[in-house]
T-cell receptor, first 111, second 112 residues
Framework: TQLLEQSPQFLSIQEGENLTVYCNSSSVFSSLQWYRQEPGEGPVLLVT?????EVKKLKRLTFQFGDARKDSSLHITAAQPGDTGLYLCAGVIQGAQKLVFGQGTRLTINP | DTGVSQDPRHKITKRGQNVTFRCDPI?????LYWYRQTLGQGPEFLTYFQNEAQLEKSRLLSDRFSAERPKGSFSTLEIQRTEQGDSAMYLC??????????FGSGTRLTVV
């Protein structure tokens, strides 16, 4: 059983479309991060959210942390082929010292 | 400082052999983590160091696996008597806090 459930696991859309990826759990997290990973490389940190209800924007990417700090979403506006990759959510459970990861969402943006 | 370095990038070994991987974290970071990632999955936690102390180990880390961080700087992960199921990407990360990790590029292990 995954502590963090990401959906969808696979998403293939056309350039210019919008999309949302979800990350859900029954556990409360003290912080939640989103990473992007290219084939053969380690994950690269995109954003960290720590406050319930927090919204952060990174160009065309919008990240939201749920009010109860149990879930998060990543929204991409006007997706581009360069957005293609594996998107991972990861969180630190309250009182713990390590990140736990979701299984990832493999995103493909077709030109 | 250019980030977290891992060596080697790729390792092919025969079943039953021992292998050792090295991780050099960002020098100011006192926390160091090892994760394992198989194809199509998110990284799974293996072990965590704060300075030279190994503070947590996953149940995934069988007695064939051992990790060290002498002097709180670089770390090594050794796998003894490798099995085909050990084939994976082994990722090292470092941080100053419990979040915001910087990952290395990983070591891809293939056991044949």
């Amino acid at each position: 059983t995954q502590l963090l459930e990401q959906s969808p696991q696979f998403l293939s859309i056309q350039e210019g479309e919008n999309l949302t990826v979800y990350c859900n759990s029954s556990s409360v997290f003290s912080s939640l991060q989103w990473y992007r990973q290219e084939p053969g490389e380690g994950p690269v940190l995109l954003v960290t959210v720590v406050t319930g209800g927090e919204v952060k924007k990174l160009k065309r990417l919008t990240f939201q942390f749920g009010d109860a700090r149990k879930d998060s979403s990543l929204h991409i506006t006007a997706a581009q082929p360069g957005d293609t990759g594996l998107y991972l959510c990861a969180g630190v459970i309250q009182g713990a010292q390590k990140l736990v990861f979701g299984q990832g969402t493999r995103l493909t943006i077709n030109p | 400082d250019t980030g977290v370095s891992q060596d080697p990038r790729h390792k092919i070994t025969k079943r039953g052999q021992n292998v050792t991987f090295r991780c050099d974290p960002i020098s100011e970071h006192n926390r160091l983590y090892w994760y394992r990632q198989t194809l199509g999955q998110g990284p799974e936690f293996l072990t965590y160091f704060q300075n030279e102390a190994q503070l947590e180990k996953s149940r995934l880390l069988s007695d064939r696996f051992s990790a060290e961080r002498p002097k709180g700087s670089f770390s090594t992960l050794e796998i003894q008597r490798t099995e085909q199921g050990d084939s994976a990407m082994y990722l090292c990360a470092s941080s100053l806090q419990t979040y915001g990790y910087t990952f290395g590029s990983g070591t891809r292990l293939t056991v044949v």
